[in-house]
């Protein structure tokens, strides 16, 4: 049915569902050893960490989760060309989320003992998609076909938005009180941010009421509205220009935008009793506990010249007339063109400026030392977006929970993060850290299914930092000698 494989198309293109998929390190979150990663989790993360500088030279991650369609017969371990997809099957609502990072040279500096600071640019985008329930098979032809089996499910409904920016920030933390037992680190990221892209579609209220005496029936289309929009520098992209053209002017006719983070941590000291010659303790704590508010901010955008809104229906917009309307469509201007046919009022969006708030959330992290260099960790994630945006645009995280074993030294480590997501996915990952590099999954069923690569992701850094501790204050576990008996 090649309208409704259209549409489909069109939302999970617009969504960015198959491009880059945010800060998500998830294995090291909580990690005293990889400051530098951990700052746009928690910029108060930066100060409690042995050496005296970090570079992440380099950093990727890439997460997503859907119900929509499913990959099958691809593995990591062959080719891409083997692999095929196909539309689930079913009766409930569709979702599909999909964030990813590009971090270049993000560095921390300590200051001290008692402060930091980080800095680093990045490249993120998020991207979700929602719709009302719907039941779905794939041997439909046509959208009669479709509403046949739908018609308990009105209205209908679609949102999708996707969002994506280029990224400077600044960090700063440091220790705003201390005692015998307790220590209280703060920070804060300011972030300059360049919208990249930003697009938007909803589809609200559409309902259909059964024509009488069609065979087969025929359905009438009485209420719908529809909003379909996207960045403006897409349309300074141009076939006859030059790569590098291209990519001046599409970063020229983006807008700016900012964000902040904040955070802080409270360590609680170990009260082991150790040699009276062993100064090495300073940053040893038997638990850690971390609380921020990360992506307060938004990014700008400006309408392209196709980007439309609609509202009312023509009277006599039936299923057979939006087939044949559909049929020959395949780009937005020819799909505008169509659209105008068949609903009461159509207005440009072209030129009008739009915020999209960026996925504001707040982070709860617990650490808990065990032995040695056994750790365990705990991260909860709360998205606030949705309440700080108001009626504005907004994207939001995929993260809900994690639970993470670690053993880890400085140069060394080994995590099982087991995760639950926003949309209910259960996932256990793994990671290590050999040196510099840190590399991780966030669903093994990369490597032990063929049916799981629209669920999951994964994560790599190249990190270098300086042999020498803060202030040469150590951390006996760096060295991984017993602490408790």
Known sequence: ???????????????????????????????????????????????????KWELAIIGVQAKAAT??????????????????????????????????????????????????????????????????????????????????MNTEQQPFSLNTVSSGWLELFAGYGRTVYEDAGLRVNA?????LMRGIFGNNASMSNASVVPISNTNPTQYDVRTGAIVHGYSYNFDQWNKNNSNATNIRNFYRYSLGGFAFDLGAELLFKSQAIGS????????????????????????QFKYGKNSVQTSGIRPGTTNVVINQKMAAVDDRAQFNDSLATLVTTMSTLKGYTYKIFNPTRI??????????????????????????????????????????????????GAYLPLHVTQEGNFWVGAAGKIGPLVIGLHNLGYI??????????????LIIKSGGNSENRGDRRLNCPPRKQ
């Open 1 to 51: 049915m090649k309208t409704m494989k259209f549409l489909l198309s069109t939302v999970l293109l617009i969504a960015g569902i198959t491009g880059l998929k945010a800060q998500g390190y998830q294995a090291v979150h909580g990690s005293s050893y990889i400051g530098s990663l951990n700052a746009l989790h928690n910029p108060a993360s930066i100060v409690n960490v042995p050496s």
């Open 67 to 148: 119900n929509i369609v499913r990959v099958e017969n691809f593995s990591i371990f062959s080719p891409a060309s083997n692999s095929e997809y196909r539309f689930l099957s079913g009766d409930y609502k569709r979702k599909a989320n999909a964030q990813a990072n590009i971090n270049l040279l993000n560095g921390r500096v300590a200051i001290g003992k008692n402060s930091a600071f980080s800095f680093g640019a990045n490249i993120r985008t998020y991207n979700n998609l929602k719709t009302s329930g719907y039941n779905f098979i794939d041997t439909l032809d046509n959208i009669g076909q479709f509403i046949d």
């Open 187 to 191: 920070g804060a990221n300011l972030k």
């Open 276 to 299: 009276v010659n062993d100064d090495d303790s300073y940053y040893d704590y038997d638990l850690k506990l971390g609380f921020a508010i990360v992506d307060i901010g938004f990014n």
């Open 363 to 412: 982070n709860l992290n617990a650490d808990y030392f065990i032995n040695g260099a056994w750790y365990i960790n705990a991260d909860l994630t709360v998205n606030v977006a949705k309440f700080i945006a108001g009626k504005n645009l907004y994207v939001k995280d995929l993260s809900l929970f994690s639970i993470t074993p670690r053993w880890e030294t400085n140069r060394f």
């Open 448 to 461: 032990f299914s063929q049916k799981t690569i629209q669920n999951g992701g994964f994560y790599m850094a």
